[in-house]
């Protein structure tokens, strides 16, 4: 790595944003600070950061002022977001494991400030920066990180963890092999232990090896093992583990990280393959001490395994009303940020999920049914489809995973993720019957402004005669109406518009409004 500075400079920025900073959507993505050390003010505008050595210009800073001493951060979202009246958002991510990054100058071509061929492998919620007095050659880990501020209290990183697989195939029951790549940074490791635990048993504690035996493949090439015992694994129920790593001078390393204890993962994991489940549905296997606990509104925490990979530490709580009483509930299923769920290999991770019971439903088919009509209809709908459910290890239900409302389902729908989506749980937007912007309905996105926008449509549905018709044309987006309406008589849909709907504005683009659905059953 080289240090090369000219003010402006990159003093501080985090790859593995968990839960530290967030920005205006209330996302938590990577950031870059740029500090100007000097005493005079710099312009940034027409400076550059990038990611890629052969793209120096890859985003460019629009009309901003760096005072002397001052610091910017410019989140690494991907959002590629420039109203310097604004927060900054450059048009690509950072890597955890280490990439190229570079403050360019202007023309395009004089790096200022760059980090080549690349940083170190970062740790989730830890910033690197410049230590407080040092030179351009000494860098640091910041266990809490400073964006904004002074850089303090810097400290040398220990072993770096990498893991060589997290979601191991789906293993028979019998012994598992672990294997972790362990690389140090100031000192050399010394240990290396992993903790594994059935179910909700203690922690057991497995002394790894780098030695060519007992599970090692190569002695000293930095991968160690160790072989959990086959008793450990039952058909269907789940084994976790985590890795602890020291340095010779004792300075310990965590993987998973598990910083963040309520939005974070603390153990990786799978399940033991069950030959006894005979199914054509996909499995989803639940785990949690207390069902009851899960189906409270209070909530309680377990775990997933599904499509081949394991969640730990993942969130449920009791999801809708008239199915509170049944015997199968139905159930949010909220992901940490370290381990969003993925639902298809074909489709982006999302945060959430909801698992909606079909227990009063005879047919199964309604839920996935519904969306699919309305999909094929041309609404932009949830995806929706039937699981069946293990829990600990045994049957218990089949279950219709459907998608929740955020960014991540406008992307995938199709809409402009810069949307304002309300979900309206009792609202017919009628001025008359008293309802307004806030009664009744949540927004989901866009959660940095208030609701004017759509009491505006209120105020605007109000209208009479011909400044009615013009409004309806120049904000409603008719066709997505006409199609929503269509699929709704189709799959005779009765509990729609007085209430368990979404109303979306295209902010931004057309400014037209729609009506999306949900609560199909």
């Known amino acids: 790595m080289t240090g090369t500075f000219a003010a402006p400079r990159i003093s501080e920025f985090m790859a593995a944003n968990v839960s530290r900073l967030a920005d205006e959507d209330g996302d938590f993505p990577d950031w870059i600070e740029v500090h100007n050390p000097d005493n005079v003010a710099v312009p940034l505008a027409g400076y550059h950061l990038t990611d890629d050595a052969v793209n120096l210009d890859k985003w460019t800073f629009p009309v901003v002022n760096l005072n002397p001493g001052a610091t910017l951060v410019v989140f690494a979202s991907g959002k590629n977001r420039t109203d310097p009246a604004a927060r900054l958002h450059t048009n690509f991510r950072l890597s955890a494991d280490g990439e190229y990054l570079a403050l360019v100058a202007p023309d395009g071509v004089t790096v200022v400030s760059a980090f080549a061929p690349s940083y170190p492998a970062q740790f989730q919620n830890a910033s690197f920066g410049l230590a407080p007095l040092a030179d351009d050659l000494v860098w640091s880990f910041f266990s809490i990180p400073t964006p ?105 390393t965590k993987e998973p990280a598990y910083r963040a204890r309520l939005d974070s993962h603390q153990y990786f994991g799978t399940v033991a393959r069950d030959s006894g489940i005979r199914s054509s549905l996909p499995v989803l296997h639940w785990f949690t001490k207390n069902v009851s606990a899960a189906g409270s509104s209070g909530g309680s925490r377990g775990a997933v395994y599904y499509n081949g990979e394991f969640y730990d530490n993942v969130f449920f709580r009791r999801h809708g009303q008239s199915s509170a009483g049944f015997p199968k509930k139905s159930y949010n299923i909220d992901f940490n940020r370290t381990q969003r769920f993925r639902w298809s290999a074909n489709a982006p991770r999302v945060a959430d999920i909801d698992l909606l019971t079909n227990w009063a439903d005879k047919s199964k088919v309604r839920h996935v049914l519904a969306y699919e009509v309305m999909r094929e209809s041309g609404v932009a709908a949830h995806f929706a489809h039937t699981v069946r459910v293990q829990h600990n290890g045994g049957f218990f239900s089949t279950a219709d995973l459907v998608e929740d409302a955020d960014e991540t389902y406008l992307k995938r729908a199709g809409l402009n993720t810069d949307g304002a989506l309300y979900k309206v749980y009792a609202n017919s937007l009628n001025k008359d019957s008293g309802n307004n912007a ?59 518009h007085r209430k368990n709907w979404y109303i979306y504005r295209d902010t931004g683009q057309s400014g037209e409004w729609a009506i999306l659905p949900w609560d199909l059953d």
């Open 438 to 496: 806030t009664t009744g309905v949540e927004k989901k996105t866009r959660r940095f402004e208030n609701n004017t926008d759509l009491q505006s449509l209120i105020n605007g549905l109000d209208l009479r005669g011909q400044a009615l018709l013009n409004y309806l044309y120049d904000n409603i987006d008719i066709p997505r109406c006409v199609n929503l309406l269509a699929a709704n008589s189709v799959i005779r849909n009765i509990d729609m």
């Open 148 to 252: 904004g501020k002074p850089n303090k209290g810097g400290t040398h990183a220990g072993p770096i963890i990498s893991v060589v697989e997290k979601n191991p195939t789906q293993p028979e029951v019998g012994p598992l092999t672990v294997s972790v790549v362990v690389r140090s940074t100031n000192e050399p490791v010394a240990t290396v232990k992993l903790y594994y635990r059935k179910m909700f048993g203690r922690d057991t504690m497995l002394p790894m090896n780098d030695d060519g035996i007992e599970g090692d493949a190569v002695a000293s090439d930095g991968v160690w093992t160790a072989v959990i015992p086959g008793k450990a694994l039952a058909p269907g129920e789940m084994t976790r583990w985590r890795f602890v790593a020291t340095d010779r001078a004792g300075t310990e």
